[in-house]
């Protein structure tokens, strides 16, 4: 990536080759620090002023032109959302930002709020301008509490410079921003459940339709939620100009994202690359430095542990768009949404999640399983229920106590929570599950034993449920 100023890094954070700093241009950088001040000199807010003298349906139509992808996990094109507010809404509008980056594997949006706290804010200001909305909230986890300090510092700043509050820079436009401390829980990473919890309330998904946020969102109004980086990106699009800005990355996957890489690599991080230029074979052997020494990767879960895995020798055969057929082997896929997807997978929230062959995939899957369990929001039976279960099958597979068929009672509960609740938090604890069993399953039965019992309550739910083949 080419810059007009040479800008250093500190020590142990300088960028990879490979990577095209956009979002995290300032991030672990040498002299940066997230005050005003520094923000300021570096041009910040410009982007501000030249979109308060544009229409705010010409800034839409430039978010729109960019291609601009959810970073959050959904990766719905986020200038198509801004569109869903109902033409003839007279009640107000309202923007959320989404920092409760609750999903395992995800570390980045942590690092705008701590570092560079205005660039967020300059993202949501003209983000507000472009769908009309006079109030924003930034619903932060509380495991952040350092960056809710700095944020709210980083707003006080923004206000006292006229940036925010009643006709900013004589533009006749208003706006106030507020964070609203979160409790922790996963399920608020889901808008409708993070809605309900702003609202004071326990968070409990709603049913879409009709509680599409964009008709009626918080206290019933237009509320359009979007990710931190997302947000981010607004910026510099309004800077670039859509076209510009869509042709980093490839078509339908434009921009750039980071993605945050953990696990046994030997060099995790975060790394920002523009979406599709990247494969899996650069990523991991030539960005994070290839497995520890002695090791062979063995398995990838490339977008948060939501998203299913994939082994390391795995081959799809993927179709093209004029409908033939191509062979893509684990390591050659490239880092975008539609690839990833059409191998069985998600880009998610970038969270790549690596094990190499020292892993047993019992440990993995337990592992999983406990946090979903423990993250239910309890409103709907099949996830209340079946991610308890999920969780005792998958601790006595893990503990050598399981016999062979508990891996096909563990895989059915998991198809009886599929598709049958009202959020994806019970895709969310469900596809892991089906997905290592259907790629580990003789590893799984293997640690099982003809010879193990049960205990009468996994008897009983032996007993009542159906096995699905």
Request: net charge negative; charged share 30%; hydrophobic share 35%.
């Amino acid at each position: 990536m080419s810059e007009s100023k040479k800008i250093t890094y500190k020590s142990g954070k300088e960028p990879d080759a490979r990577e095209y700093r956009l979002i995290f241009r300032n991030i672990d950088r040498e002299g940066w620090d997230p005050s005003l001040d520094c923000y300021l000199k570096e041009g910040g807010y410009e982007m501000l002023k030249k979109a308060l003298k544009m229409e705010p349906k010409d800034i839409t139509e430039e978010v729109k032109k960019s291609g601009l992808r959810g970073r959050g996990g959904a990766g719905f094109p986020t200038g198509l959302k801004w569109t869903f507010i109902p033409p003839n809404n007279t009640k107000p509008v309202y923007l959320i930002c989404n920092c409760d980056e609750s999903e395992p594997g995800t570390f980045k949006d942590r690092y705008i709020v701590h570092q560079d706290p205005h660039q967020l804010i300059e993202g949501m200001i003209i983000s507000c301008f472009a769908v009309g909305a006079k109030k924003a909230y930034i619903y932060m986890r509380e495991e952040f509490p350092e960056a809710a300090k700095i944020v709210e510092k980083a707003i006080a700043e923004a206000k006292k410079k006229k940036f925010l509050g009643k006709n900013i820079l004589g533009s006749g436009f208003d706006l106030e921003i507020y964070i609203h401390r979160g409790a922790g829980a996963y399920i608020c990473g889901e808008e409708t459940g993070l809605i309900e919890s702003l609202e004071g309330k326990r968070p409990y998904p709603r049913i879409k339709p009709p509680y599409f946020p964009a008709a009626l969102g918080l206290w019933m109004c237009p509320t359009i939620v979007n990710n931190v980086e997302s947000l981010c990106h607004v910026k510099h699009i309004v800077e670039m100009g859509g076209d510009e800005y869509a042709k980093l990355g490839v078509a339908r996957n434009t921009g750039t994202r980071i993605v945050c890489v953990s696990g046994d690599v030997k060099k995790p991080g975060y790394f920002e690359i523009e979406v599709g230029k990247v494969t899996m074979r650069e990523l991991l052997y030539e960005m994070c430095g290839g497995p520890k020494d002695g090791r062979e990767f063995k398995a990838v879960i490339p977008g948060g542990s939501s998203s299913k895995i994939l082994r390391c020798d795995e081959k799809f055969n993927l179709k093209n768009p004029d409908g033939t057929e191509r062979e893509l082997n684990f390591w050659d896929i490239p880092m975008d949404f539609d690839t990833l997807a059409a191998c069985g997978s998600m880009a998610g929230s970038g969270g790549v999640i690596v094990m190499d062959d020292s892993r047993k995939m019992s440990w993995v899957l337990n592992n999983i399983n406990h946090f979903y369990a423990h993250e239910s929001c309890g409103q709907c039976t099949p996830c209340r229920e079946g991610s308890m279960w999920m969780r005792k099958i998958s601790d006595r597979i893990a503990g050598g106590e399981a016999r062979p068929d508990d891996v096909a009672l563990l895989e059915s509960v998991a198809y009886q929570i599929d598709g049958r609740t009202i959020c994806a938090f019970g895709e969310a604890s469900s596809w892991p599950v089906e997905a290592i069993i259907a790629k580990y399953r003789d590893e799984l039965i293997a640690e099982t034993s003809e010879e193990n019992d049960y205990h009468s309550e996994e008897q009983t739910l032996r007993e009542s449920m159906l096995i699905r083949k």
